[in-house]
């Protein structure tokens, strides 16, 4: 019987292919991948076990959290679960308590004892290979070897270890990343428009291949974005879209003012202004034409949106504004306040009056 993990799928990459092998054959996230691969579809219970492995903290799994994102992208889901699965994506592109602390002191202790076994086992091989036979030959040598090597390892476990806590950080940390990488390409294969703010952050994160998956997904995400989205993106998402206006790649700021444009809000007017000059001052020194066609394009979509950015601001610093009296020449003194949550308990005669304003 063929082996379903080694047929070839267009959106598989050769990273999540050489992880799903790598899983064990029990696991319920190597069962719906090969589900997927076969052309078969993943049903609850499996869309369930793909959006745990993506949360679960073990960083020894890390396997399992990247072909679980790779997973949830070729799913059939329902609106419920397609929720639940973007919401967990967005915790790991977050990427925050993923690594256990208590858990990376034991890994690197157990590979400390591994190490200074490989170091200590020839070592003492070389010292029993005559062992005498009135000691018990052989076996006699065997079992020292076995106890000397086992003592041995366990006191040389600290030492071993120390070296080991750097190397497992390492180590574990770039296998998170993959992971985080994974899932951004997932978010953007699923345009997703509440993850506009993560991936434009992750777009400029140290770690390169985690950095450069999420700007390749964030041109789907951008484009998702539509106007009923105003006000429904979490607050940094627009500061860190603006942040994106600052590249040196002008093309890529194209997009990011139209997702703007659509459901920005106005904190974006002040770096939108300020492209707009920018490339018209680029337009006046003057540049190759197609670099000049690209400035262009920024002022015109700069301009497109510019006024609707205005008038957000504008609306959102109102908004913040005290409410006050339509007629505000009425008498207050006819004005009877009722104590919150007496109802109508209070008889008007007793009622409060506010008191005098600064004229009164």
């Not at 691969?37 to 745990?52: C, F, I, K, M, Y």
């Not at 010292?127 to 020292?144: H, I």
């Not at 998402?237 to 590249?247: R, V």
Request: hydrophobic letters at 50%.
């Amino acid at each position: 019987m063929d082996d379903p993990t080694t047929a070839k799928h267009p959106e598989m990459s050769p990273a999540v292919a050489k992880c799903l092998r790598r899983l064990r054959h029990g696991s319920p996230v190597r069962a719906a991948a090969e589900q997927i691969l076969r052309a078969e579809p993943v049903d609850n219970a499996g869309l369930g076990a793909l959006t745990s492995a993506v949360l679960q903290r073990s960083i020894v799994k890390w396997r399992e959290r990247v072909v679980a994102a790779w997973c949830l992208a070729e799913c059939d889901m329902s609106e419920e679960a397609r929720e639940d699965a973007l919401e967990a994506l967005r915790v790991l592109v977050i990427g925050k308590g993923f690594f256990c602390n208590l858990e990376w002191i034991e890994l690197s202790v157990a590979r400390g004892v591994l190490v200074a076994a490989a170091i200590i086992a020839p070592l003492k091989l070389a010292s029993v290979s005559f062992w005498p036979e009135e000691l018990g030959g052989a076996m006699g040598a065997l079992l020292v070897w076995t106890a000397t090597v086992v003592i041995g390892s366990l006191l040389a476990a600290p030492l071993a270890a120390l070296p080991m806590l750097v190397y497992s950080r390492i180590r574990e940390s770039a296998n998170l990343y993959y992971a985080m990488a994974e899932a951004a390409r997932t978010l953007g294969r699923l345009s997703d428009p509440l993850s506009v703010g993560l991936l434009a952050r992750a777009a400029s994160h140290r770690n390169v291949p985690f950095a450069q998956a999420a700007r390749e997904a964030l041109p789907s995400a951008l484009a998702a974005v539509r106007q009923e989205h105003y006000a429904q993106l979490p607050l940094d998402a627009t500061p860190a879209m603006c942040e994106l206006l600052y590249s040196p790649d002008r093309q890529d700021a194209i997009p990011v003012l139209y997702a703007l444009g659509r459901a920005g809000d106005g904190r974006a007017a002040g770096p939108v202004r300020w492209l707009i000059d920018s490339a018209r001052t680029q337009l006046v020194l003057g540049h190759d034409a197609a670099a000049r066609e690209v400035e262009q394009a920024v002022v015109s979509a700069g301009e497109s949106v510019l006024p609707i950015l205005e008038e957000r601001l504008r609306l959102e610093t109102d908004s913040a504004r005290l409410l006050r009296p339509a007629s505000p020449e009425s008498d207050e003194s006819l004005v009877l306040l009722r104590p919150a949550g007496a109802a109508n308990a209070v008889p008007e005669e007793q009622l409060l009056r506010p008191s005098a304003g600064p004229n009164g």
